[in-house]
């Protein structure tokens, strides 16, 4: 006798916390397995990179990761780099705005008030970002549909919304502002709960929940809802040291740079750990994740780095010290989306088969090629996993194709059939070639 899910829920007496992970369980019977649950993680950080720290000097199967893609050696079967992709898009706003901006919407910014550098002011972008987009597309399909559609993480991102914190848009002029505190987006994945003093209870309900359940189950069920409840206890011990941490205050400070930010490795794991959890549970599967935001001045200074990112990003080649200190930046973040990887790849996909990197893909990027010129050339696409079935393990270089052709081939890998998006002149040809 078959059960809905009402019926469940009343007859086992779980929280509403705990019902999202436990309805994506196989044995239970409501989770969707006949549709294969593909995702995309849209990776930022700003400042552009080192080229010739970067960059394969080899085309195709056979080629070296330098030192800033170092880290992700053990995935290079997995990995796919894009060389030669072009942000076009011009108009009002400065490089690093209109860099941000225009990242994933691939069109212009309206004119605003907001003041960068020398170049004309400008507000927010015009148009919708891909990732919003594919979400909006999955969310129509009941097979695809998920409880939050998307989820937008952030690290160290400033309080304040402008041009220059704001990638993700719903909509022409309606920016998407990313969670950089842990304990809201736990909050926001378990609870309605608005304080924080509330996650203790949280915890324990869906704890006791998942006990309730175990019985219910089957073998691999079981062994999901385990790792489950375990990563709930990590978690509650994760969000009670990185408390006072994850509730930074916003110091006054030139725009766009937060000093005292020696807590960025324990927050973008935190960030990066929920993101995982919140796939297993099926929450969500589009996710972003920003690290601070253009024209960033993180102080890395745990990687002996006591300048802002952002001013040494407008040191010239010549300085060898700068350029070997945003080398160890950028192989940070990198490092960062090799945890990702990693926490994708040791993670079963529920209901299999596979695991999580098997079916997702994660696409590290930049608002610029190059931070002491401004170029919109070379802008980085990395790519990491299965999730769009492109054929990886491959170094692929471009011509100066614009990004815009990247997005509508993204669009196309979750069966959204796009003609063009964003500025349409920058869509002639279609999808971007050599990808599968």
């Not at 502002?177 to 987006?185: E, G, L, T, V, Y």
């Amino acid at each position: 006798m078959s059960r809905t899910r009402r019926e469940f829920v009343r007859d086992l007496g779980v929280s509403a916390a705990a019902i999202p992970f436990l309805l994506n369980l196989p044995s239970l019977g409501f989770a969707n397995q006949e549709k294969r649950k593909q995702r995309l993680v849209v990776i930022f950080s700003p400042n552009g990179i080192v080229p010739n720290a970067f960059w394969p000097t080899e085309e195709g199967e056979k080629f070296t990761l330098k030192e800033s893609l170092s880290p992700l050696e053990p995935f290079k079967d997995k990995t796919l780099i894009l060389n030669g992709l072009s942000d076009r898009v011009r108009g009002d706003g400065d490089g690093h705005m209109r860099g941000i901006g225009c990242l994933l919407t691939g069109i212009e910014l309206f004119p605003g008030n907001v003041q960068g550098g020398s170049d004309t002011p400008a507000g927010w972008a015009k148009g919708i970002s891909i990732d919003q987009e594919i979400k909006n597309f999955l969310q129509k399909d009941a097979a695809t549909k998920t409880r939050f559609g998307s989820l937008e993480f952030g690290v160290m991102v400033p309080d304040r919304a402008d041009t220059w914190t704001r990638m993700v848009y719903a909509a022409a002029n309606k920016p998407v502002a990313p969670i950089d505190d842990p304990n809201q987006m736990f909050n926001k994945l378990y609870s309605r709960a608005k304080d924080r003093e509330a996650l203790s209870s949280i915890l324990d309900d869906v704890k006791d929940d998942l006990k309730k359940v175990g019985d219910a189950v089957g073998t691999a069920d079981k062994k999901l809802l385990e790792e489950h409840a375990a990563f709930v206890r990590e978690m509650e011990k994760e969000l009670k040291e990185a408390k006072a941490a994850a509730g930074h205050p916003v110091p006054v400070i030139e725009p766009g740079v937060r000093k005292d930010n020696d807590n960025m490795p324990k927050l973008s794991k935190t960030q990066i750990d929920l993101m995982v959890n919140s796939f297993t549970a099926d929450f969500a599967r589009i996710a972003t994740l920003q690290y601070t935001n253009s024209v960033g001045g993180a102080r890395m200074k745990w990687l002996g780095v006591t300048e802002g990112h952002h001013e040494l990003s407008h040191e010239p080649d010549s300085n060898e010290k700068a350029q070997e200190k945003l080398t160890k930046i950028n192989k940070w973040f990198c490092e960062q989306m090799a945890y990702l990887a990693k926490r994708l790849a040791e993670t079963p996909e529920p209901g299999g088969p596979g695991s999580l990197l098997d079916n997702t893909t994660i696409v590290w990027t930049n608002e610029l090629g190059k931070g002491n010129s401004h170029t919109m050339d070379n802008i980085p696409f990395v790519l990491v996993g299965g999730g769009l079935d492109f054929k990886m393990g491959r170094s692929v270089k471009y011509n100066k194709l614009p990004h815009n052709r990247l997005h509508i081939a993204m669009a196309h890998a979750f069966g959204h059939k796009l003609n063009t998006f964003g500025n349409p002149n920058f869509c002639s040809g279609g999808p971007l070639p050599k990808l599968t």
